[in-house]
């Protein structure tokens, strides 16, 4: 496997700038042919270090004027099938698996509180859930899925 060096930092630096800069601009940029570029995203994409291009969308315009956060404790032995029921839902942007008192953290983004309440007793009628407890995000300071590299 190709390793990772500082020309693949600087093509990641610019790319978390905007995803949508064309191979030539990158290349001109960190002095490298545009098929330089190419091959190293292309290998970075193998590796698994870059996983898709998206765009970063404004929940509210589009109709998901709530958000929350929801913690839930599947039942003993359920865990697997819970984290299946998760990934299938849509509305569901993050599905993280923690330590403590819960098994799940979720972040998703609903279109009222209809929606989430609907979410929520869908989750709680699946058989694989103890509990949960639902917290709805008030006002978001920073959403920002880039990292210094």
Known sequence: MPKFDEIDKEILRLLQKDGR???KDIAEKINKAPATVKNRISKMMEMGIVRAFVPLLNYKALGYG???IILIQAKPG???DLIKILMDEGNINFVYEITGEYDVIVIGRFRNEEHLS??????LGSG????????MIMKSH????????
């Open 21 to 23: 800069m064309p191979y």
């Open 66 to 68: 709530v958000s929350a």
């Open 78 to 80: 359920k865990i697997n």
């Open 118 to 123: 609907e979410f929520v007793r869908k989750v």
């Open 128 to 135: 694989a859930v103890e509990r949960t407890v639902t917290s």
């Open 142 to 149: 920073k959403e920002d899925p880039r990292i210094p590299i």
